[in-house]
């Protein structure tokens, strides 16, 4: 029997579809059967990133509605052998996915997968209650910005309410440099206000927009601080205890020139 | 001391009897049929376990409530706590100050409660009495309390101490830096100081904001002041 995670954060735009779609490849590049369920819908976006668009012919609805079965809706990632999507539905009505439906639907999963990851919707309304019914646990999302840690401090509050176990954070997409300036807030912060434990940190890099456009998850490339991240968060899941990486950059000869010349 | 006549009936006893400092307060109630008051209060005083009331001189307060008495039920009532050697009876009336204090004691009295853990962003609280939240109070965290609020944690969020209109009511944090302070009716944008330990109050209608090391003596005053008020 797997386990259910739903990846979350309230506001939008912060990194939800990456963290899951990137998180998962990990953890399927490290073994472990992966179904990925992108319950934003009607904006779906997770297999844009992912690279599967073109491959899809039934979605998350049409199981809901009983149009197709759900072995026929799940899309097998030919490049990680234990990687599954199901398809959020782009233009039907998402009322038919109610939070009984996917509660059935994921039970189905759970029995076949290690992890099941639940891409949630932003916002706090019916999109997020359903993506949430089914969740064993959850991951929160945010960025060091005040609005989205506020909204993360608000979603963790109905997580609590809704019992869905231990909340753990990512915060995405940091700035060691603007931290070290003290513009950005920096991770103790986020953290001792979150009141959660935290899964992991994921540098601003400029690899995951270039990846993301190309459809294909950054942990394949795996010289990039954000693909480390990634990796570093999915073991981390499995229990393993991985130290946090260091940020800063180093200050070698490299760093010391570049600085000279006016860069960061 | 608390004598309650539960013991020798099971209905609601039509008299109830409080030891207060100064003696015994007996409260007649006023719905009760006047007959049955008197046979209770025969029983209560002369009956087998009257011996409960024997010993020296006590002073006797007797308050009828509500009761509209004509003169002779007043007599019947009056005589039986003369029939008794060791009453002095001290006051006799409706709204006694004995029978006053004790209520007004039991409204004052407030609640108090202990809050564990983080007060989220929208997540309101709200607590009758005062109130104690060990932990933060983060940013848009909303608590209200009728009484004070003590927030042993970082207070970033909005605090409405006095929500029924108590001015005395404080605010008080061990890192003061709120986004709003409201005490009564009174609003007030947090002043962008260094959050140590410090409490808001009010003086006429001014919100203060002190370090919490003069908060001992403040409080004082303050008690002296609403007991005051109450007598």
New interface residues.
Partial sequence: MGSVIVVTSGKGGVGKTTTTANMSTALALLGKKVCIVDADIGLRNLDVVMGLENRIIYDIVDVANGDCRLEQALIRDKRFEHLTLLPAAQTKDKRALTEAKMVDLVGQLKVNYDYVVIDCPAGIEEGFKVAVAPADSAIVVTTPENTAVRDADRVIGLLERDKVGDPRLIVNRIRPDMVKRGEMLDIDEIVQMLGCDLLGVVPDDEAVIRNANRGEPIVVQPNTPASLAYRNIARRILGESVPLMQLEEKSGLWGRVRKLIGGR | MIVNSETLSDVKPPVTVKGTRDGLLFLLDEQADMDHLCEYLHSLLFGETASIFDGPVIEVVVDYGKRALTHEEAWRILGQFQARDNFLIKAWGGGTDARQSMFQRKTSARAQHIYHG?V????PLMFDGDVVII??V????HVQATGDIYVFGRL?GIAHAGMHGDTTAIIAAAEFAPMQLRIADVISRAPQLKATMEYAYLVDNQMMVAEMKQFMTWNKVRRRHTNQERR
């Fill in positions: 983080l989220r962003s929208g997540q932990g933060d983060n940013p848009s965290g970033l």
